[in-house]
């Protein structure tokens, strides 16, 4: 499997932004994928994972409420494109947003990291106050 993240920036404090994941693979749609992100000095966290289907959606704390993840998955189910969308953002949302996927396919993934065995590159997201 292999993940491409894009769409970061430079935004304001209140401004919204869609960062995107462009996974590739044999029947990667059956591959639920997680996001987490990486500020600086901090560890790497959770931020929220979709299933494979697109049906089932989680998030931390941090960001239920303001956050949403969608993915469109395409009929030879060797792509898929996962949509995080982000809005209300805060300066401590600054991080380098990763995608990730498990190693073997899985609806549903976990919300740790070593549950994933493959990640995109990252995409960094500046948000100033």
């Known amino acids: 499997v292999q993940l491409q993240a894009s769409g970061g920036g430079l935004v304001q404090a209140g401004d919204s932004l869609n960062v995107s994941c462009a996974a590739s693979?044999?029947?990667?749609?059956?591959?639920?994928v997680g996001w987490f992100r990486q500020a600086p000095g901090k560890e790497r966290e959770f931020v929220g994972l979709?299933?494979?289907?697109?049906?089932?959606?989680?998030?931390?704390?941090s960001v239920k409420g303001r956050f949403t993840i969608s993915r469109d998955n395409a009929r030879d189910a060797a792509k898929s494109t996962v949509f995080l969308q982000m809005s209300g953002l805060k300066p401590e949302d600054t991080a380098i947003y990763y995608c990730?996927?498990?190693?073997?396919?899985?609806?549903?993934?976990?919300?740790?990291?070593?549950?994933?065995?493959?990640w995109g590159q990252g995409t960094l997201v500046t948000v100033s106050s």
């Open positions: 990730a996927v498990p190693e073997r396919p899985r609806e549903i993934p976990g919300r740790l990291q070593n549950q994933y065995g493959y």
């Open positions: 979709v299933s494979g289907n697109g049906a089932y959606t989680g998030f931390a704390d």
């Open positions: 693979g044999r029947r990667v749609v059956n591959y639920g």
